[in-house]
């Protein structure tokens, strides 16, 4: 167990909707990050937070959007989804963002159908 | 930008030994590598934080060639509990900066067979 909670695991949609993921990082810990993993596809990076302020963007779609909140939990919100947005959908922490190890959650499977 | 794995997949008999490299076209400051089992969350193995930096832990191993631009992961005398799929990642930024953009390679699917 990471320490890493997020929620749902699965999750069952249609096109058009919009969904939020949640994420609660590690006791104590401050940056959280985003992934997108499709089927055998690597690791994605969407977005990282750190201490409630946005560090760094991939290519996250502009349909996409996230928010780390004071109580340093983060949110996932994908809207108009499309059949390409289903994945595997993981959330990250670290300490303090600086170059230090990642811990994974066990991650949300995003189905769009 | 995305680093590049090699190989794409091996499959080892238990006791072998396994090199799997990761090269970058941009200029890498650190090296992080995790492995995946299938179903499962990424898992952190080690960061090498500077050139010439090698690491360790048991029979598994690292290097990086910070003037190449590459790093390698060696894997010895195999156990079944190795399988999954190898990743490294490398920092979107400089040297000054953390995760930024912490950017996974193609990924290296390792299996084990008795």
């Known amino acids: 167990d990471s320490g890493v909670t997020q929620t749902p695991k699965h999750l069952i949609t249609a096109t058009g909707q919009r969904v939020t993921l949640r994420c609660s990082p590690r006791?104590?810990?401050?940056?959280v990050y985003w992934y997108q993993q499709s089927l055998d596809q690597g690791l994605q990076f969407l977005i990282q937070?750190?201490?409630?302020?946005?560090?760094a963007k991939g290519n996250i779609l502009e349909r996409f959007s996230a928010q780390q909140f004071p109580d340093l939990h983060s949110e996932l919100n994908l809207s108009s989804l499309e059949l390409g947005d289903s994945a595997l959908y993981f959330c990250?922490?670290?300490?303090?963002?600086?170059?230090?190890?990642?811990?994974f959650g066990s991650g949300t499977q995003l189905s769009v159908l | 930008q995305q680093p590049v794995q090699s190989p794409q997949a091996v499959i080892l008999r238990e006791g072998e030994d396994a090199v799997i490299n990761c090269s970058s076209s941009?200029?890498?400051?650190?090296v992080h590598w995790y492995r995946q089992k299938h179903g499962e969350a990424p898992v952190f193995l080690m960061i090498l934080l500077k050139g010439g930096e090698q690491k360790g832990h048991e029979k598994i191993s690292a290097s990086f060639n910070e003037k190449k631009q590459q790093s390698s992961l060696y894997l010895t005398a195999s156990q079944l509990s190795y399988s999954g799929t190898y990743f490294c990642g490398t920092p979107g930024g400089g040297s000054n900066f953390g995760n930024e953009k912490l950017t996974f390679g193609t990924g290296t699917r390792l299996t084990i067979i008795p």
């Open positions: 937070y750190y201490n409630g302020e946005e560090r």
């Open positions: 990250a922490s670290s300490v303090r963002g600086g170059n230090e190890k990642l811990f």
């Open positions: 006791s104590g810990d401050l940056s």
């Open positions: 941009k200029a890498l400051y650190s």
